[in-house]
């Protein structure tokens, strides 16, 4: 369920790529700076989203940092990073939400490589979840009340989705301030939305493999296609709403290219596929 909310790159000037990747690395370094190599491969463009969301929300009121380092990835030349507090936050919950979601593919598949994976992020998350307890805690619940759900064949989207939605609500109300209702919100049905696109890209896979997925029921209705956009339109326009009341200035441009084009990206290259016209986004 990662790798959704994404930049539409296509649609981004040369100076907000620059922006993107260098968030997207500061966010990484931190991530290692935090927990190590290991930690690295929890680094997600999710989570890259809530740490430009939370920096240009929080522009000013914490300590900025930036710099050109080597990395393994960029052993030559270095790269250009850029943080602030928020990415320690979004480093510790990237590598919480990799631990705990191992743990579930574990406990429901009996997946080896993510009992092995969740075993190097063990110390890491324990250390996140001392820092963020509030947070670690609603990654462990709402994932076991998702658990059960779909144990039970569950069909109902909207209790299905929304405890990821929950989930997603509770990482980004960073501050429990003032800004807490449009975050929770925007996190809210970012979440749903963010779910039920998995589920959505998976049908097929699903249905071949006799796995459970909350659309199989939906898929079988003549306007299934037009329920799910219909579904995903409303979504993102909470998200947006909800985003606009915030007073983001620093990367404004470039969080609305992710919540207007970027998140849909995916949408659009399964539906090409599945009418064999080109993805023109």
């Not at 006799?210 to 909470?238: K, V």
Request: glycine share 6%.
């Amino acid at each position: 369920m990662f790798g959704y909310v994404i930049p539409d790159r296509a649609a981004l000037s040369p100076e907000a790529q620059s922006r993107y990747r260098s968030a997207y690395c500061g966010l990484c370094r931190r991530i290692d700076a935090l927990h190590g190599l290991r930690g690295r491969f929890s680094l997600s463009y999710d989570l890259t989203f809530l740490n430009i969301l939370l920096c240009s929300l929080y522009e000013g009121e914490t300590p900025a940092d930036s710099g050109i380092n080597r990395c393994p990835i960029h052993p030559v030349h270095g790269v250009l990073w850029r943080s602030a507090d928020p990415t320690d936050y979004c480093a510790d919950l990237s590598v919480a939400l990799h631990y705990y979601n191992a743990q579930d593919k574990w406990q429901d598949d009996r997946n080896l490589l993510a009992l092995g994976y969740s075993a190097l992020l063990d110390n890491s998350t324990a250390e996140a979840a001392l820092r963020w307890p509030r947070q670690c805690n609603a990654i462990r619940s709402c994932l076991a009340k998702l658990a059960e759900y779909e144990a039970a064949g569950s069909t109902d989207l909207d209790a299905v989705s929304g405890c990821f939605g929950a989930l997603m609500a509770e990482l980004f109300d960073y501050r429990q301030d003032r800004w807490a209702p449009e975050l929770r919100s925007i996190g809210f049905h970012l979440g749903k939305f963010i779910y039920l696109l998995d589920a959505y890209d998976d049908l097929s896979r699903d249905k071949r493999r006799g796995a459970y997925n909350p659309l199989r029921e939906l898929s079988t209705h003549p306007d299934y296609e037009e329920e799910m956009l219909d579904i995903f339109e409303l979504l993102l326009a909470r998200c947006a709403q909800n985003f606009e009341r915030l007073p983001c200035v620093e990367d404004a441009d470039l969080l609305r290219n992710i919540l207007y084009s970027g998140v849909w990206l995916k949408y659009n290259c399964k539906n090409a596929k599945r009418t064999g016209k080109p993805d023109v986004s």
